[in-house]
C-alpha cells in the first residue's frame, strides 16, 4: 500500500513511494553498485562501524558513499539523531529497490550464460485451435519439464498467418498445417490422426463404428473457409470430392463447428483430438477408408537466432505419446 508522508513542509527530502521506485528505476545510469552495498550493508548492520568493518572499509568513505547515494535520488535514507543507523521511512522502501538491484546484478552474468546456451530465454510458440486438443498441452509440459528456465510466449492463430510471423521474426516456432515453403523452413511432423464425422444426437447417421464418406451424400455440411483454413478445407473437398452433399456456413474453427453441430445446422468433418471436448449433443464416428491423415507440423525459420529454440526442438523426439 502506497503511504505518502505528509511533513515535508519541515522534512522536504521525504518523498512518497512512488516517487523512491521511479528513482529506483534510475538507479543504474546515476549511481554505483558499490553505493548500493554499502547502503543495504549499514541498513543491515544498525552501524556504519560495523558495516565497515565488514566491507574491509574505514568509516569515512562508507560514510560519503551513503550521502552522495542520498544526494543522488534526493531522499535522506538514514535518521542521523538516532545514535544507531536507523532507516527512515523513505530508506525502508528504498531498501526493498536498493536489494532488489542487486540480487539483479549479481544473477545477470549467469543468466546471460544460460540464454546464451539456449537453457533459459523466451520462446514464442504459435498454434492453431484445433492442436490445443491434443498436442499442444502435451508439449508445453515437456518443455517445462526439460527446459524449466525456457518461458514460452503462446499465440493462437491460423497455419497461414503463422508462416507470416515466423518470417517476421514475430514468431520462433509454428504448430501448423501444410502447406509451407520447406525450402525457407526446417519442419518435422509432430502429429498425425483420423478425421471423424461430428453429427448430432438423434441423427439418421448417428451409429457406432465407421462410416463412409458415399453415406453422407444429400446432407448438410458444415464447410472449411478455403482461406484462413485453406488445409481442412482441400482435405474435406477431396474426401467428398464425389458425394453430392449441401454445404453451409463457411468456418474456420473446429470448436465453432461443434457448436453448430450441436445445433442441428448440419454435419461436420472434424480431427479426432476434437472428441476430447466431449460436447454435449455431439456424436463422433471414423470415415472409413479415408487415407490421407489429418497432420501437424512443428516449422521454423532456418535463420533463427534465439539460442532456445534448438533446444526446444530436440524435445520433440523425446516428447511422450499421447495417453
Known sequence: MTRRIDDRATRPWLL????????????????????VRGFVMVADEGSF?????????????????????????????????????????????FLIEARRLLALAEGAPGTARLVAAGGAGTVRIGFTAASGFGFLGRFLNHIEQGLPGVEVVLREMVSSDQ?????????????????????EFDCELVHSERLMLALPDGHALAG?????????????????????????????AGILAAVPYTSTHE???????????AAGRG?????????????????????????????????????????????????????????
Open 163 to 183: 508462416f507470416e510471423n515466423l518470417r517476421s521474426g514475430k514468431l520462433d516456432l509454428a504448430l501448423a498445417r501444410p502447406p509451407f515453403d520447406r525450402t
Open 267 to 323: 454435419l461436420a468433418l472434424v480431427p479426432e483430438t476434437a472428441s476430447h471436448l466431449h460436447p454435449d449433443g455431439v456424436r463422433f464416428r471414423p470415415l472409413d477408408g479415408v487415407e490421407d491423415p489429418v497432420v501437424l507440423y512443428a516449422v521454423w525459420r532456418r535463420n533463427c537466432a534465439n539460442p532456445a529454440l534448438p533446444r526446444v526442438v530436440r524435445l520433440l523426439d523425446s516428447l511422450p505419446p499421447a495417453h
Open 16 to 35: 512518497d513511494q512512488p516517487h523512491l521506485r521511479a528513482a529506483a528505476g534510475r538507479l543504474a545510469a546515476m549511481i554505483s553498485l558499490e553505493q
Open 49 to 93: 562501524r560495523r558495516a565497515a568493518e565488514r566491507l574491509r572499509m574505514t568509516q569515512p568513505p562508507l560514510s560519503r558513499q551513503v550521502q552522495k547515494l542520498e544526494r543522488d535520488i534526493g531522499v535522506e535514507l538514514f535518521d542521523r539523531s538516532q545514535r544507531q543507523a536507523q532507516l527512515t521511512p523513505a530508506g525502508e522502501v
Open 208 to 236: 457406432d463404428g465407421p462410416i463412409a464418406a458415399e453415406e453422407l451424400g444429400g446432407e448438410t455440411l458444415l464447410v472449411y473457409a478455403p482461406g484462413p483454413a485453406r488445409y481442412f478445407a482441400d482435405l474435406v
Open 251 to 261: 468456418l474456420t474453427q473446429v470448436h465453432t463447428m461443434l457448436a453448430l453441430v
